[in-house]
């Protein structure tokens, strides 16, 4: 059994839609989906605003490459095309996967490029913080310590006006 923090955004067609798909597509392995944020472009900034959240997974069967694979599986399904060239460019949808724990609570930490736990770069993004902790206020992000607190660090904390709520937008009214 494991659990994961997933962090869904695009900025590319009909951002809404996207992200209701991938939860869609994550099906019954959703526990909680957060609130919708438009979020500044972090990384390359020549690209329009994105729409972002956070959604909290779990499954019995489920291994960490699980996880991943998923991922990949709601970005393909939504059309996202890669541009070597342009590592944080534009994409109709990305899905990262921030963190994992185990049944018994202990996170997976590993350096494997493939998939690195937790993510390497979610400390310094705000776009994975705000939403992360909207939906878990006890939040903690392995090695990092509480998502609260990394809200404070320069590097986040410089990014925190750019992240604007949607309330009007909701990943829940799929149902
Ligand atoms: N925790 C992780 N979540 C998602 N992908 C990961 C993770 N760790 C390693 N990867 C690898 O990163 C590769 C590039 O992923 P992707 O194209 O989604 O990057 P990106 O979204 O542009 O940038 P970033 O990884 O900084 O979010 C993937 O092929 C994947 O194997
Ligand atoms: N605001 C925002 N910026 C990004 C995002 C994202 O989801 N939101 N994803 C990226 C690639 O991981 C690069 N930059």
Request: aromatic residues 4%; charged residues 25%; proline residues 10%.
């Amino acid at each position: 059994m494991t659990s994961a923090v997933l962090s869904i955004g695009g900025n590319l067609g009909d951002r809404l839609t996207h992200l209701r798909a991938a939860v869609a597509l994550l099906g019954d392995s959703v526990t909680a989906v957060s609130g919708i944020y438009q979020t500044p472009p972090w990384g390359d900034s020549a690209q329009p605003p994105y729409l972002n959240a956070v959604v909290l997974v779990k499954d019995p069967g489920a291994t960490p490459r699980d996880w991943l694979d998923r991922a990949h599986a709601c970005e393909t399904a939504e059309g996202r095309v890669r541009d070597p060239g342009r590592r944080f460019g534009p994409r109709t949808l990305d899905v990262d996967v921030i963190a994992v724990r185990r049944d018994d609570g202990t996170p997976v930490v590993d350096d494997d490029p493939v998939l690195t736990l937790p993510h390497p770069r979610a400390h310094l993004r705000a776009f994975v913080l705000v939403p992360w902790l909207a939906v878990d206020p006890e939040a903690e992000l392995p090695g990092h310590g509480p998502v609260a607190a990394l809200l404070d660090t320069p590097e986040v904390a410089a990014d925190l006006a750019g992240v604007t709520a949607r309330p009007e937008l909701s990943l829940e009214s799929m149902e």
